[in-house]
């Protein structure tokens, strides 16, 4: 069956700009989860979502970023002010359930690029 | 804060022996771990979990992980490397309540034929 996919796959941008990344997520999964990887580090917690709601957005590193998912589905990651410290690759994960046991299954992530 | 240290930036071996990428980890509570691999220019795959019960954990591509929690480790393992094995692995843990995923920095191996 079809996995976690996002678009787009990579963006560029210049520095003050808005981008908004969006995160498909595996059918029937309700739990969603967006991670930030950088060059030689593990992918970092940002924001978790159990159906509509965001449950854990403790990672959001400041108020520039926000993350939506409206009808349960389909998750839009935000960024406002875009600065180069952005720079990175966002990765989207789902998981059936939002249990600690359950597997996150990843989406291929987006490269984004602040000039 | 929990929190997860692979101590190998990079791992080397030949193709054809056994394998060994290290992983600790530090929680209060129970660990709930995680493989992952990433090869070039794909995402993250989920290997292979250890949840509760036989501390010796199997995954996919004849991949097994041992959980040891006197040394709160839980290296990833295999018994003869293939050169298609050569990627970047994630260790991870999870603990109680809602805290998220925590990841290492990975650790690259390279397996030489």
């Known amino acids: 069956g079809a996995g976690v996919s996002q678009t787009p796959s990579n963006k560029v941008t210049e520095k003050g700009k808005y981008v908004e990344l969006r995160c498909d997520p595996i059918s029937g999964h309700t739990a969603l989860y967006w991670y930030r990887q950088s060059l030689g580090q593990g992918p970092e917690f940002l924001i978790y979502f159990q159906g509509t709601g965001a449950a854990d957005d403790s990672g959001l590193p400041n108020d520039r970023f926000f993350a939506v998912r409206p009808e349960g589905s389909v998750s839009t990651l935000k960024i406002q002010r875009t600065e180069r410290g952005d720079s990175a690759v966002y990765l989207c994960a789902s998981s059936l359930g939002g249990s600690r046991t359950d597997t996150q299954y990843f989406g291929p992530g987006t490269r984004l690029t602040v000039l | 804060a929990q929190s997860v240290a692979q101590p190998e930036d990079q791992v080397n071996v030949a193709e054809g022996n056994p394998l060994t990428v290290k992983c600790t980890y530090s929680?209060?509570?129970?660990?709930?771990l995680f493989w992952y691999v990433q090869y070039p220019n794909r995402s993250l795959q989920f290997l292979l979990k250890?949840?509760?019960?036989?501390?010796l954990v199997k995954g996919s591509y004849g991949f097994e992980a041992e959980f040891n929690k006197s040394q709160t480790s839980f290296h990833l393992k295999k018994p003869s490397a293939l050169v298609s094995d050569s990627a970047l692995y994630f260790c991870?843990?999870?603990?109680?309540?809602?805290?998220?995923?925590?990841f290492g920095k990975g650790t690259r191996l390279s397996v030489i034929a």
């Open positions: 929680v209060s509570g129970n660990p709930y």
């Open positions: 250890y949840i509760t019960g036989d501390n």
């Open positions: 991870a843990v999870r603990s109680g309540g809602n805290t998220p995923l925590v």
